[in-house]
């Protein structure tokens, strides 16, 4: 299959299987923007990003916050909207709290990010505060100080308890006794503050969220001794593609078009935004992609954006695009993918061992056709 790309875009394409077991192609196209400041055009960076292959954390895997997901998955039936960046106290005066908020079209999310700040107990052992939040002027947000974690204290036979909302994060301990002095959770909603380590508080960040946390978990469906002995290794039948979203459900869309306009407050540098608050609109979101079959004619699709990944901390922003085509248990179903308009006049050059029926040689490329 030949991948030809008339665009500066990253894009590939991988198979994946269906709920039903049928192999299905999934071909993804991912633009890097420029963050425009002080009423600039949203133009695509120079340097494109690649199209991100595996999951990645801010530390060791499982036990650190998720970073970056891997762009490939069969559906998200919703759109992700994501950020990954840091909160900056008003003018780059230090501060002990500082209010953040991102809206996209419809979405807005809004919470308050804290400097560090530790459990207090008092001489029998009991959690009775917290101390102040010690001043900054920039807190990078993410699950490793949203409210969760694992708890704490003298070794038990048992396993030791996760908040399976976040067990990565910080502040959670149901044997209260032992929180003394452990980091409080930095981030938390205006309408339900953090008191208690064994309280039940929604984890704050913008990032994804891990596949095996609760919010996710939900989804996967079941793998029972049934799925075992009669669907392995395909998608149980209860399996709901809302699994595939990795952002919170607060942070999720109907559908990104273009147009929609980004608002973010207290999340870019003072320098950037000296009021704190910078605000875009997203550009057009049109993208059309091209298969050619074996035989028959080619067939036009217009590609879904499902993941908008902000990050301030960078200056840019990313666009995801999407197409799923069952290819009916044929692999070799389509000789060639084209990623967005033909220019005029452009004539394709298929390699010979793809018009021969060959097995994929240039998957997840970023060629251009010749001329």
């Avoid at 091209?290 to 004619?297: M, N, R, S």
Wanted: proline share 8%; charged share 20%; glycine share 8%.
């Amino acid at each position: 299959m030949n991948l030809i790309n008339h665009t500066s875009m990253a894009a590939g394409y991988t198979t994946i299987h269906n709920q039903a077991g049928s192999e299905c192609l999934v071909v993804v196209v991912k633009a890097t923007y420029r963050l425009p400041y002080g009423g600039e055009a949203v133009e695509l960076m120079q340097e494109q990003l690649a199209v991100t292959l595996a999951d990645t954390a801010t530390g060791e895997p499982g036990l650190s916050a998720p970073e970056y997901e891997c762009d490939y998955c069969l559906e998200k039936p919703r759109v992700d909207i994501l950020l990954l960046g840091s909160a900056y106290a008003p003018k780059g005066i230090p501060a002990r709290e500082v209010p953040v908020g991102l809206r996209v079209g419809t979405m807005t999310k809004a919470f308050k990010v804290y400097g560090k700040r530790y459990w207090k107990a008092h001489l029998l052992g009991a959690v009775v505060g917290m101390t102040k939040p010690e001043p900054f002027t920039k807190q990078t947000i993410s699950y490793d100080i949203a409210y969760g974690g694992t708890e704490t204290g003298p070794k038990r036979e048992r396993k030791r308890l996760a908040y399976a909302r976040n067990p990565v994060g910080c502040g959670y301990n149901p044997h209260t006794s032992f929180a003394d002095g452990l980091p409080v959770a930095q981030t938390e909603s205006p309408t339900d503050p953090v008191t208690s380590p064994a309280g039940s508080y929604a984890p704050m960040a913008f990032g994804p969220l891990g596949r095996n946390w609760a919010q996710r978990a939900r989804y996967a469906g079941t793998y029972d001794a049934h799925w075992q002995d009669n669907v392995f290794p395909f998608l149980p039948e209860d399996f709901d593609a809302r699994f595939f979203q990795s952002a919170p459900e607060d942070q999720q869309l109907p559908e990104i078009v273009g147009g929609e306009l980004v608002i973010l407050a207290n999340l870019t540098h003072p320098a950037l935004t000296p009021s704190g608050r910078l605000q875009f609109h997203l550009p057009d979101l049109n993208m059309n992609i091209t298969l050619t079959p074996k035989e028959g004619v080619a067939e036009q699709i217009a590609a879904r954006a499902d993941t908008l990944l902000i990050e301030p901390d960078n200056q840019r922003f990313t666009i995801v695009w999407r197409i799923t085509k069952d290819l009916h248990n044929d692999i070799l179903r389509y000789k060639a993918i084209e990623i967005g308009e033909r220019p005029k006049g452009h004539v394709i050059r298929i390699p010979l061992e793809v018009l021969l029926g060959e097995l994929p040689s240039q998957r997840g490329s970023n060629l251009t056709g010749g001329a």
